[in-house]
């Protein structure tokens, strides 16, 4: 058993950013567990622009992102185990690890989760029909069109109008091939509108919303598939069913955190995030253990992961340097029109200002936001629009936040 | 002439409503005014930047990602994609390597290091 001050699993940007905050917080003996053959996770395979744009000020390229960082993370001489996967955390916090060098047990002062997500598959569709070649998720699709080389279809439908489908869309078009359509089973689109106008219009690619495949077709390969409209239960009507001939189908349906790890140490869940629940240090329940990124939730803008991964290593770095908060946190709750609030608690005696970030249940126009901790209102609002698919961030001010008590909720309410 | 588009300059997408008049465009809607210089260049030459790969010749399946160094037009895509799927680089490579000098107008440059 070797020791280490912080031991970070997982080498993307969230990881590689929260190794860098508790670094600067003083911490010099951080070490971060890739499973990868080089740090800067799923944005290696994010070869399109449009990252950057609030973090750095500048507009950049997935991998240009991820370079940032990893310069960051080798200027400071931390430790980076790449092709190192961690299988196991207990809650006194010693993590298990295998490489090539065989087994490596590190027992942690403290510990951030940055594992990210993996992609929803075909099995969690349901999908009728046969099982031939040629479905892939729309991430798989991606990393092996720009890492590898490999163009996956010439004529495809897909399904899920998320920014993963929508950019691949795209991709999909600029390497010539066909995309026929993008089907949407709800009634609006879960991806940004940018990506909807430069990824779609651009290339006259349909988004037809409301419509889901409805089955496969194809022995060897996938021949065509069927796409049929939802009624609003979202069951199919099989009459609206419409055969689309194509190659190749991406699933672009959703993201699920990647939390084995965490569960098996016994890490209280949120069941609507995905993710840990935390406090505004991105504290989970068990001291000791931070997490960030797209393991705790799904974001939409690594500029906001790089940020949240940010309080974790300083959280982190603190924890280590022995600081220790014994108020007693408040916790977050969802009101009217809001699906999640994260951090899910807060301690009033928190340092500065505390962000809640949120996401809403159904597209809005005009909305105002409301954080009220009993009768009090400790900050309001806002904005022009709000979608699922767009995260909000609200921020508390300090002295509000000292003076409040009782259950923190963030409701909306629709403006004229 | 009126047009409602939606700016594509940052995730916040910015609804814009751009009136052209004897040639000048007209912006509202913008949060910024890079949203108004979209909402007129979109009107009157729009441009986007162009990202892809580039096969590495003396590895083996290796992509090096790449971009347009500056916007190129619009309508040029699919001949710059032509251009970029064509070429063949050797590593190594550092990030902002210039692999091609002139596509559609634009240096074709390295977003990613390959040993």
């Known amino acids: 058993m070797t020791e280490h001050e912080i031991v970070i699993i997982g080498g993307g940007p969230a990881g590689m950013a929260a190794a860098v905050a508790a670094y600067d917080r003083g911490v010099k003996d951080v070490v971060l567990l890739d499973r990868e053959a080089a740090p800067g996770g799923i944005l290696r395979q994010c070869i399109h622009n449009g990252f950057g744009l609030h973090k750095l000020g500048r507009e950049l390229t997935g991998p240009e992102y991820a370079d940032v960082y990893r310069r960051q993370v080798e200027e400071r001489g931390i430790r980076v185990y790449s092709e190192t996967m961690v299988t196991k955390l207990t809650p006194d916090r010693v993590v298990v690890a295998q490489n090539r060098s065989g087994v490596l047990r590190i027992q942690a002062k403290a510990v951030i989760l940055a594992m990210g997500c993996r992609e929803r598959s075909r099995g969690a569709l349901n999908i009728c029909g046969t099982r031939p070649a040629g479905v892939y998720s729309a991430g798989t699709a991606q990393k092996l069109m720009n890492c590898e080389g490999y163009l996956v279809g010439r004529r495809v439908v897909i399904l899920g109008s998320g920014d993963i489908g929508l950019i691949m869309a795209r991709r999909m078009s600029l390497e010539g091939a066909k995309v026929e359509a993008v089907c949407e089973l709800m009634p609006y689109s879960g991806g940004l509108t940018r990506n909807i106008v430069q990824c779609l219009e651009d290339f006259g690619i349909p988004l037809y919303l409301n419509t889901t495949v409805a089955e496969i077709h194809g022995a060897r390969r996938v021949e065509g598939v069927t796409v049929a409209q939802v009624d609003e239960n979202r069951n199919i009507r099989p009459e609206t069913g419409r055969y689309i001939p194509c190659d190749t189908l991406l699933l672009s349906v959703g993201l699920i955190p990647e939390n084995e790890l965490t569960r098996d140490a016994g890490i209280p869940m949120d069941p609507v995030t995905g993710g840990a629940l935390v406090d505004e240090m991105r504290q989970t329940a068990v001291p000791g253990i931070f997490a960030c990124g797209n393991v705790l939730q799904v974001h939409d803008l690594v500029d906001y992961v790089s940020d949240e991964a940010e309080l974790a290593g300083q959280g982190a770095a603190a924890y280590v340097q022995g600081m220790r908060r014994e108020s007693q946190p408040l916790q977050t709750a969802a009101g009217e029109g809001v699906r999640y609030v994260l951090p899910q608690r807060v301690h009033p005696d928190a340092d500065g200002d505390v962000s809640l970030f949120l996401r809403v249940k159904a597209p809005y126009g005009r909305v105002r936001f409301t954080v009220r901790a009993g009768d009090e209102v400790l900050a309001t609002a806002v904005r022009l629009r709000a979608a699922p698919g767009e995260m909000e961030k609200l921020t508390v001010k300090h002295d509000k936040l000292a003076q409040a008590a009782g259950e923190i909720t963030v409701s909306l309410e629709e403006l004229q | ?115």
Request: charged residues 20%.
């Open chain 2, 1 to 115: 002439m009126k047009r409602n588009l939606t700016c594509i300059i940052c995730p916040r997408g910015c609804s814009l409503e751009v009136t052209i008049e004897n040639g000048s465009a007209t912006v509202t809607g913008n949060a910024c005014p890079k949203g108004a210089q979209y909402g007129a260049d979109e009107c009157t030459h729009p441009t986007r930047t162009v990202t892809s790969t580039v096969r590495v010749a003396n590895r083996t399946d290796v992509m090096v990602s790449v971009k347009t160094a500056t916007p190129i037009p619009k309508d040029k895509m699919a001949q710059a994609m032509r251009q970029i799927r064509a070429l063949r680089v050797d590593a190594p490579i550092a990030i902002g390597d210039v692999l091609a000098e002139d596509v559609c107008g634009a240096k074709l440059v390295a977003t990613c290091p390959i040993q």
